[in-house]
């Protein structure tokens, strides 16, 4: 079992920054491949961004590649998404999500994955 707790949503302008964060406690945090997707009004949830346990292996979506990194910090048992030139359509509810996984894989399917925060809204205004 592993809870996840994300922060550092937002409103901000288009084309400024943010950084979401997500921590994890529970079940040692390199036995999990790490995702975040996004959820619009009126539209399905999507993927964003995922990284592999240990961070040898990144996946973008491509309507925010160039755009946005995903890193970890297994030692503090977060995951980072890294925004920059946002656009008034990332405007989402952001959530990440943890795959248990004994693979050094980046998944992009959200039924790989096992456990899911409660999301951060993002705002991005024009």
């Known amino acids: 079992q592993v809870q996840l707790v994300e922060s550092g949503g937002g409103l901000v302008q288009a084309g400024g920054s943010l950084r979401l964060s997500c921590a994890a406690s529970?079940?040692?945090?390199?036995?999990?491949?790490m995702g975040w997707f996004r959820q619009a009004p009126g539209k399905e949830r999507e993927f964003v961004a995922a990284i592999s346990r240990y961070g040898g292996s990144r996946a973008y979506a491509d309507s925010i590649k160039g755009r946005f990194t995903i890193s970890r910090d297994n030692s503090e048992n977060t995951v980072y998404l890294q925004m920059n030139s946002l656009k008034p359509e990332d405007t989402a509810v952001y959530y990440c999500?943890?795959?248990?996984?004994?693979?050094?894989?980046?998944?992009?399917?959200?039924?790989?994955?096992?456990?899911w925060g409660q999301g951060t809204q993002v705002t991005v205004s024009s």
């Open positions: 529970g079940r040692t945090f390199s036995t999990y491949a």
């Open positions: 999500a943890a795959d248990f996984t004994t693979r050094e894989r980046a998944h992009q399917a959200s039924y790989e994955y096992d456990y």
